[in-house]
């Protein structure tokens, strides 16, 4: 948190709807973290509608999000013990987002279950207090109303859950698609990040190619199970499993499961993050002028040694290749 000070507090939260309706929306992102930042008493009632601006103009993907200047703010809320819990939730949940949208779907997938491990305990005097917050009247219209910390915090992990879902679900599941609807100006949300396609081009059971169950396990965000011995994290009573320090997309409940499955075939596929070798199959995100291949699961064919952090990659199955930055290729799971 900064420095409380009721004057900075008030004056940004007015300088946000000035910057937002001129298209400013860096500034006034800047300027919802810095009023609540400013804000003299947590348990304020404008604060959550603030606080809520500020995650929004982020996830909404009006311009795109700063480490440094967004990120990493979010993530001091989300470890200040001192702060109500409808903060640290909101803060984990955006967090997880916004790491999924750069290509971190391990560390998202993190965020995500730390939110709903926060919400899985709220104060009592916290459940009841009541903020002001975007309602929604009987006639379907959103107006400014009173809802209190107990009514907000259960749609934020619902939408947490379905994320985490989908992000361990494989190209077989049901899932429905997540529901975007338009941003808070009446736009819709941009095309470039956010996809729920996975299309990998031809499967096969005959060993020759990826199998269904390989692509799905390439695709699993991870952290559920033991990689070894298939035990769940409720099996074994923890929030989180052990990580590969390599590629920090294994999981492990012991050293023995780790040091067994390293040996079983963990060594070929692991790989240090930015680092693609011929034959790792890759997710492409983050297209602008072809959004629609965003998603797309390809295989490295080599790097191009003319152009460094430039790769050849084709679909599966496929004979023609393209160039692609190895900044718009997200590292998989390792298939063992």
Same mark, same amino acid.
């Given at each position: ?13 007015? /300088? ?21 930042? %400013? ?25 795109? %999000? ?12 989300? /470890? ?39 919400? /899985? ?47 361990? %679900? ?141 790769? %050849? ?13 190895? /900044? ?9």
């Amino acid at each position: 948190m900064g420095t409380p000070d009721a004057a900075i507090y008030g004056s940004c939260a007015d /300088e946000t709807v000035d910057s937002f309706s001129r298209g400013n929306y860096r500034l006034a992102a800047t300027k919802y973290l810095q009023s609540f930042q %400013a804000s003299p008493d947590r348990w304020e009632v404008n604060r959550w509608q603030i606080f809520h601006g500020f995650t929004s103009i982020l996830t909404e993907e009006y311009f795109t %999000a700063s480490l440094e200047n967004d990120i990493n703010p979010l993530k001091d809320i989300v /470890e200040d013990n001192k702060e109500l819990k409808l903060f640290r939730i909101e803060a984990a949940f955006a967090t997880g987002l916004l790491l999924w949208m750069r290509g971190n779907r391990e560390e998202a997938a993190d965020y995500y279950r730390h939110a709903i491990q926060l919400a /899985e305990k709220i104060p009592k005097q916290e459940k009841k207090h009541k903020l002001v917050a975007t309602v929604e009247s009987p006639t379907g219209n959103h107006r400014l109303g009173f809802q209190s910390m107990g009514e907000l915090i259960p749609g934020i992990v619902k939408v947490c859950t379905g994320n985490l879902q989908r992000m361990q %679900a494989g190209i077989s599941s049901n899932l429905p698609p997540p529901e975007h609807g338009l941003r808070s100006d009446g736009t819709p949300f941009p095309s470039t990040q956010r996809f729920t396609g996975v299309p990998v081009g031809h499967v096969s059971d005959d060993g020759s190619i990826l199998s269904q169950a390989e692509v799905d396990k390439l695709i699993q965000v991870g952290g559920e199970r033991c990689d070894c011995c298939g035990k769940s994290r409720e099996e074994l009573g923890r929030l989180f499993l052990d990580r590969c320090s390599g590629c920090s997309k294994a999981y492990y409940c012991n050293r023995d499961c780790q040091m067994k499955q390293w040996k079983a075939g963990h060594k070929k596929w692991c790989r240090k993050p930015g680092v693609f070798k011929p034959g790792d199959y890759v997710r492409l995100h983050g297209l602008q002028s072809q959004p629609q291949f965003n998603g797309t699961v390809v295989q490295v064919v080599h790097e191009d040694p003319n152009a460094k952090g430039l790769f %050849a990659v084709k679909i599966q199955g496929g004979t023609k290749s393209v160039s692609i930055s190895s /900044e718009k290729m997200e590292q998989l799971r390792p298939l063992k």
